[in-house]
Structure formats: C-alpha cells, structure tokens
C-alpha cells in the first residue's frame, strides 16, 4: 500500500521504473484494486533496497556515518574466482598500480557478479491501518545470480513449522507463514539433462582441484607409518622466577627413524611472565615440527611386542639479569598415538637438596641440582634392568607446561583398510589398536600370574590331601 500511494501520484515519479510502476497502478485501480492487500515484492532497483542494502553499517553506533570504502565494496557481491596463479616471469611487473582501469579493476581485484534480488514482503499491521513502513517484514529474500543459481532465504517450509513473526505492538501479534516451492514438476528428460550437466560441472571441477594439489605425493612403503607433529609450545605458568625458555628434544625409540635433516631439539626465546590469576604465566607461542617413520619389523621375530612411541622431554629454565640460569622444572611426554588436536598440560619437578644453603645459593649465584641425562626423567635409554630405583633422589613439584600439537599419520595400511574393509594384522592395527591389545595384554598378564599362584598354592599342599579330594571326586 505504501508503494501505490507513492507512485500514484506522477509527482513522486523520478527514473523510468516509478514511470512503469506509476501505469501499471492506474491499471490496477481500474481493474479493481489489488486482490491481495498484505503481500507484495520489492526488487533491486526499488527504493527498498536502495535504502536498506547500501547503507550497511559496520557497527551498531546510531551516529555511524559509513566511511568511502564501505560505500564503494556496498555492491561487490563475491571475489573474482577463476583468476590465474601468478607466474614467477611475471613478477617483474609493479607490485602496486596507482592509477588502475576499469578493466584492471575487473580482471585483477574483485567483480560485480550480476545478482538480482527480490524480497517478499509482508504488511503485518492492524486493519485499517495499512501502508505504513514500521509494518513491513521481510518475509523471503530470493537472489539468482548471473550463474543461474537461485538462493531463496530463509528455506522452504517442507516438513518443518511454519515461521513466525511476533509483533511488538499493544496487541503482540503473531502471525505464521509457509514458504511452499509451486514450480511445475521437471520432466524426466529435463531431469536428466540437468543431472548430466552437473556431472560435467564436478567432474571439470575435479579435474581442476586435481591440476591444481598434483599427484606427485610420496607415499610411505608398506608395513611404514610416517607420523607428522606439528607443535606449539604454548605457555609455562606456575614458576618461581621470571624470564622463562624451554629446552626440548624428542627420542626416537627402535624401529623409529627421521630424515638427516629433521631437527629433533629446540629451545624458545626468553620470555617474561605476566600475572594471570594468581599464575606467572610466560607465553611462548613457540612452533616446531617434527617428522618421522616407523618402520614395522617381521612379525615372525617379536609376535607380541607393541611399538613404543617417541618421547618429548624438556626442561624450563630461568635467566637473571647476569645472564646465569637456573634449571625450574623437567617434564617429559609421550606423542599422542591418535590422529587430530592435542592440549596437553604436563606438570613438572626439580631436584632439590636440603637446607637453606642449596636455596641461598640458587638465588644469588645461579645454579641448581640438574640432570646429565634428560631422560632420566622416565625411564633412561641406557637402562637394562628390571627395576629403576630413585630412593633417595629428592625432588620438588614446580609449574606446568602447555603443549598444542597437531597430529597426522600417513601409512599404506589405511588405505588397504578402507578399499578391502576388512581387519588385517598390519602396521594399522599395531598402531590404531594400541590401547585396545595393551589393555589385552594386561588381562593375559593378570590371568598368566593367577595362574602361577594357583600351581604354587598346590605345589605347597600335602600329596595325602590332594590324593584324598581326587579319589573323592
């Protein structure tokens, strides 16, 4: 109602559209007015989107004056898509043109992809009480793009509820709509055409993503998984004194290798800590990637070994302002044996010694009780007995370290696993099966040692006794 009180009056006539708008209401009023009084459209070139769509404000300030680039990017609808990678020849050209074309500006940056829009509205307001502004929904926004691809938002009913609109007037309206596809159904041969050309679309498409990744990827030989760690040493929090590093390096067990050139140890900058909560917290944001191969041995050698998977260890040290260190915490961790994300929180300790005199010394001249060997943290490469003793060696619980590390594992097997789809006793189960056959083994060892008591407890019992329960039985 709003547009046929404006455009009925050739007064408010301005561009050729309100002219054609203005004839085809007369036309309407002759015919008997309209049928349908609450329902109507507004298209791209009406003042509806001229006012609601050009004026995008960044923020939700009432006294925004939008600024010229936001003006100017109003109308760019998407980023140029099929543009070509630059060529290294081609970097010879100026980096930044001042003065660009029209034509640089469409080939180069970005595009004006042809959209037409047209929104449905609804007049939502009392009887009697029509064509006012405040009363104006949208009910559907339906946009075809030059590609032929419409976007109706928001979606057809279906099986779903209706929409609801609830208005904030004295009454508090609420009115419901559905939003039903009338088309007429496609033939078949339509149907089939149309699903033919989408055929042609993504095998094209796949050809293209294809062109573009290549197939030149350097697959692992079988019974080899390459485990790729992609690491973050985030923060060090809990310490005693300021100006933290981390010194690292991972440990490869047997039947692990690494390139030549890997480098497996690291150590952060120096880094001074701030207060979070009651914490000193030192925020290193400190990357490392590390890759290597595990290389599975003959089945026929080790038939029940489970693979051992490489170690982190590290150690936080501190630096004063004469450049002397002080060892705050060990820690240590075992890569994660799952593909995907990892947070991981591992609390540390130092070697202590007894008295005020150690702590004295720790605090004027530096130095403190360490490791020679950092893998004395868990158990040493070098031991081969059966038991590790560490009676008598005194420790303190100092802070925590905080590791993110992205995990992906690359071997044959998963895709022998996903083409067969059957379970094979390869590196895949060695490896994805890892806490599951522990868990196994454990079970046999329980049971392997109950069983042992039980012979020994017989073993120890008179042989009148045990003849007796036989003969009985």
Sequence with gaps: QFEVDLYLNESACQTPLDWQYHEEIQKLEKAGGRKN?????????DRFTNLEELCQKVTDLDHEVPSHLVERMANVRRRRQDRRPVE?????????????????????????????????MGDLGPYGKLGHREYEN???????????????????TGTKGAYRIELDGEKREVWE???????????PEEEEREQRVFRDLYGRHRDYLN????????????????????????????????????????????????????????????????????????YFCYPFTVEMFYTQEDEGVVPYSLPQWPVLYFEVLSLDFWQRYRVEGYGSLVLPASPGVHMLTIPTWRPAELGTVAEMRRFFIGGSPELEDLTYIRVPSTFKGKHL????????????????LYCLQQSKAFLENSALRQRMQSVLDRL??????SSVYNVLEAF????????EARESLPQDLISTSTSTV
């Design 432 to 437: 994805g099966g890892f806490s599951q056959q």
């Design 177 to 187: 709509y559905t939003i039903e596809n009338a088309s007429a159904q496609v033939q």
């Design 138 to 156: 949208v009910l559907c926004t339906i946009k075809v793009d030059g590609n032929g691809v419409i976007t109706v938002k928001p979606d057809f």
């Design 88 to 120: 290294a020849s081609s970097l010879k050209t100026k980096i930044i043109t001042w003065e660009p074309s029209e034509e640089f500006i469409k080939n180069s940056h970005v595009i004006n992809t042809p959209v037409q829009t047209m929104y449905i």
């Design 37 to 45: 009084c609450r329902i109507f459209t507004y298209t791209d070139h």
């Design 211 to 282: 062109g573009r990744v290549g197939s030149d990827f350097e697959m692992p030989l079988p019974g080899t998984l390459r485990l790729f760690v992609n690491g973050e040493i985030v923060s060090a929090q809990g310490y005693e004194y300021d100006n933290l590093y981390v010194h690292f390096f991972v440990e490869l067990p047997n039947q692990w290798s690494s390139s030549p050139f890997q480098q497996l140890s690291g150590v952060t900058q120096t880094c001074a800590t701030k207060t979070v909560g009651w914490d000193n917290v030192a």
């Design 448 to 455: 392997q040692r109950a069983r042992r008591r039980m012979q």
């Design 389 to 404: 003793s560490r009676f008598g060696f005194r420790t303190e619980t100092t802070g925590s370290v905080t590791f993110r």
